[in-house]
Nanobody
Framework: QVQLVESGGGLVQPGGSLRLSCAAS????????MGWYRQAPGKQRELVAS?????SPRYGDSVKGRFTISRAENTVYLQMNSLKPEDTAVYYC???????????????WGQGTQVTVSS
């Protein structure tokens, strides 16, 4: 019932742009922090960007100056510009949600969306 639904992944050429979206759905009392992680084959999952409830962003070093995280209500976005082949990974949305059924915070993850940067 309570879940994060991602969209916006795909194939893009180096130097191109992509915009990811992640919406929290279901009976939700509150949404705290939200963010994006990514995982490439053979690599550890890493933080791409996160944003607090008040709107304060944080970025991984490898994407600073190229990616922008933003949020509106229960949706978080990731604008990715100047994409590089090394950005290729599965991108996962993450958020702390308070389901109405429990009124207790829990860490939720989206299903993941593939981003491929290649000529």
């Amino acid at each position: 019932q309570v879940q994060l639904v991602e969209s916006g992944g795909g194939l893009v050429q180096p130097g191109g742009s992509l915009r990811l979206s992640c919406a929290a759905s279901g009976s939700i009392f509150k949404v705290n922090g939200m963010g994006w992680y990514r995982q490439a084959p053979g690599k550890q999952r890493e933080l791409v960007a996160s944003i607090t409830e008040s709107g304060s962003p944080r970025y991984g070093d490898s994407v600073k100056g190229r990616f922008t995280i933003s949020r509106a209500e229960n949706t978080v976005y990731l604008q990715m510009n100047s994409l590089k082949p090394e950005d290729t990974a599965v991108y996962y949305c993450n958020a702390v949600l308070w389901p109405m059924a429990t009124m207790t915070p829990y860490d939720y993850w989206g299903q993941g969306t593939q981003v491929t940067v290649s000529s």
